[in-house]
């Protein structure tokens, strides 16, 4: 089992930055995959990047490729999302998840955090 918790979720004006943080407890958070997914109202989860269990190896959606970035801390069992240059598009609940690959696929991840609330204002 792994337990997910997200954090540093806010409402921020279109051009800023947030950094989200998710934390991991339980099953040995060096050897799983990370992703971040997030949700907008009335649409579907949809992928926003992946990292593997070293770091070394990142997937990025078109959408926030150059704009986003993921990285993690083992030695803390945390992954962040650094999110710049955020657009008003970018408001979404934001997940984290935990899997045993590197996929896009929001099926093939085994746990969820329960989300934090990313508002870009125009």
């Known amino acids: 089992q792994v337990q997910l918790v997200e954090s540093g979720g806010g409402l921020v004006q279109a051009g800023g930055s947030l950094r989200l943080s998710c934390a991991a407890s339980?099953?040995?958070?060096?050897?799983?995959?990370m992703g971040w997914f997030r949700q907008a109202p009335g649409k579907e989860r949809e992928f926003v990047v992946v990292?593997?269990?070293?770091?070394?190896?990142?997937y990025y959606a078109d959408s926030v490729k150059g704009r986003f970035t993921i990285s993690r801390d083992n030695a803390k069992n945390t992954v962040y999302l650094q999110m710049n240059s955020l657009k008003p598009e970018d408001t979404a609940v934001y997940y984290c998840?935990?899997?045993?690959?590197?996929?896009?696929?929001?099926?093939?991840?085994?746990?969820w955090g329960q989300g934090t609330q990313v508002t870009v204002s125009s």
């Open positions: 990292v593997s269990w070293s770091g070394g190896v990142t």
């Open positions: 339980g099953r040995t958070f060096s050897s799983i995959a």
């Open positions: 998840a935990a899997g045993n690959r590197i996929t896009i696929a929001t099926g093939e991840y085994d746990y």
